[in-house]
């Protein structure tokens, strides 16, 4: 149990576009879903988490008009790159977490890799 | 603000070698702390999860300890192999909401 999935797997884009990034909780309610962002070599660093039908609570340095979340319903997240520059080129991994035990133990999905040329 | 160490930043055993990880966090005041595993382009994988009032915690080959006071979680591999060849990441937590604080990894290679 406790599978969360992101779509697409990869994804290759020009330079000022804009890239949707799904994350779904496929076997559970996910109460909140987490964002982060990993450079090569590097750990990984939380941008913002979202609650259900609230509004994403970003982490220091993020710019929330950059990277648009939305948190619709208990089993989606989405994550949205406007206008994407080479240097947002990283992995996005979201996790989520249902909210019911004591901890809340986050489940990982299994990244997402954005290339902008 | 918590930092989160992870020492060493790679490591290549032969297969067989017990591996030991280390993770130091400079804030004692966690509410857990967890083990991950991540494979290259892959997501994250939990191995383990240690309680705040816990020492240490179990899984087959594997056995984490945890010394709050000192700041300090170690992870053991027991008799390691080629398929434990991944980056292994510590977490700690400072409260039950779940906002993970992780270290930079640690690199392991088993040499068949």
């Known amino acids: 149990g406790a599978v969360v999935s992101q779509h697409p797997s990869w994804v290759i884009c020009k330079s000022g576009t804009s890239v949707k990034i799904e994350c779904r909780s496929l076997?559970?309610?996910?109460?909140?879903m987490f964002w982060y962002r990993q450079f090569p070599k590097q750990s990984l660093m939380l941008m913002a988490t979202?609650?259900?039908?609230?509004?994403?609570?970003?982490e220091q340095g993020v710019e929330k008009d950059k990277f648009l979340i939305n948190h619709a319903s208990l089993t989606l997240s989405t994550l949205t790159v406007t206008s994407a520059h080479p240097e947002d080129s990283s992995f996005y991994i979201c996790?989520?977490?249902?909210?019911?035990?004591?901890?809340?133990?986050?489940?990982f999905g299994p990244g997402t890799r954005l290339t902008v040329l | 603000k918590q930092e989160v160490t992870q020492i060493p930043a790679a490591l290549s055993v032969p297969e067989g070698e017990n591996l030991v990880l280390n993770c130091s966090f400079t804030?004692?005041?966690?509410?857990?702390l967890q083990w991950f595993r991540q494979d290259p382009g892959k997501g994250l994988t939990s191995l383990l999860l240690?309680?705040?009032?816990?020492r240490e915690q179990t899984s087959g080959r594997l056995n984490a300890s945890l010394d709050k006071s000192s700041g300090r979680s170690t992870l053991y591999i027991a008799a390691s192999q080629p398929g434990d060849s991944a980056t292994y990441l510590c977490?700690?937590?400072?409260?039950?909401?779940?906002?993970?604080?992780f270290g930079a990894g640690t690199q392991v290679v088993v040499t068949p």
């Open positions: 996790s989520a977490s249902s909210g019911t035990a004591d901890y809340n133990e986050q489940f």
């Open positions: 076997d559970f309610q996910a109460t909140t």
């Open positions: 979202s609650n259900e039908g609230s509004k994403a609570t970003y």
């Open positions: 804030d004692s005041a966690i509410y857990n």
């Open positions: 240690i309680q705040s009032s816990q």
């Open positions: 977490a700690v937590t400072e409260n039950s909401w779940g906002k993970l604080q």
